[in-house]
């Protein structure tokens, strides 16, 4: 590496070549200059508020925010999965009741009421209920429901002769009449429906009550007050589609 340098008109020149530098040296250097950067990093990310339009601490506080706004509604539906979950279980003397009303073997009642109860459980756990119980799709939902019941009856229907308390098949035809099991079990549906609607509406309230309060956390943050602005829309626009009484 040649170096020209001129001295008082003079021209000298002076080669450098860094393989004749000692390692020690060269180490001395590279650890000053990483020494250097250092200094600059810890100096931007402390004294330095902005880059360009962004204000690093208004950018923190508001993901902040954000995250315990997100916890504390996904709190909320945590206790909507519960709930329903109790609501379902809490049922369980009703649906029987319809079975024992045939006089119906108490083995064969407890596999009925709970190939009944086992879609109910798994809709609590996917808790889609927001798009499901929906006016317009409220009966797709409910006959999807008795369709997957229906199999489960009929085969248990079909197996209850070779149980010793049961000397005749004394189960109803899943339809086919009024009061048909079908038809029966729908009511049974209807009823579980109304009872998680209620807690669907209660926990939409919620979440609004919770968006309202972080809110004028984001005063000047127009990215995350539309966001808030979206959930708060979107929740009371469920509560008036799901609300039974304002259909």
């Known amino acids: 590496m040649r170096l020209n340098l001129l001295q008082t008109g003079a021209q000298a020149s002076v080669d450098l070549n860094l393989s004749t530098i000692p390692f020690a040296n060269l180490m001395a250097v590279l650890i000053t200059l990483l020494f250097f950067l250092t200094i600059i990093l810890f100096v931007i990310i402390k004294y330095v508020k902005k880059i360009g339009p962004i204000d690093l601490t208004k950018e923190h506080k508001g993901q902040t925010e954000l995250y315990h706004m997100n916890i504390e509604n996904d709190e909320n539906d945590a206790q909507l999965r519960l709930k329903i979950q109790l609501i379902t279980s809490s049922m369980k003397t009703r649906i029987n009741n319809i079975f024992y009303q045939f006089r119906t073997c108490p083995v064969v009642v407890i596999a009925l009421s709970n190939s009944v109860r086992a879609p109910l459980y ?36 079909n197996s209850i002769v070779g149980i ?8 109803p035809p899943w339809e086919g009449s009024e009061n048909s099991m079908k038809s029966l079990i729908r009511l049974f549906l209807l009823e579980w429906a109304d009872n998680v609607i209620t807690e669907v509406i209660k926990t939409c309230k919620k979440k609004i009550e919770t968006y309202e309060k972080y809110k004028p956390k984001f005063k000047g943050d127009e990215y995350r007050t539309g966001i ?9 626009n469920t509560i008036t589609l799901l609300d039974r009484h304002g259909r």
Do not use: M
């Open 122 to 157: 798994n809709s609590a756990s996917n808790n889609h209920f927001t798009t499901v119980l929906v006016p317009d799709k409220r009966d797709w939902y409910i006959d999807g429901l008795l369709k997957s019941i229906q199999d489960e009856y009929v085969a248990i229907s």
């Open 164 to 171: 010793s308390c049961i000397k005749e098949n004394t189960l």
């Open 228 to 236: 808030v602005d979206h959930c708060i829309n979107k929740n009371n």
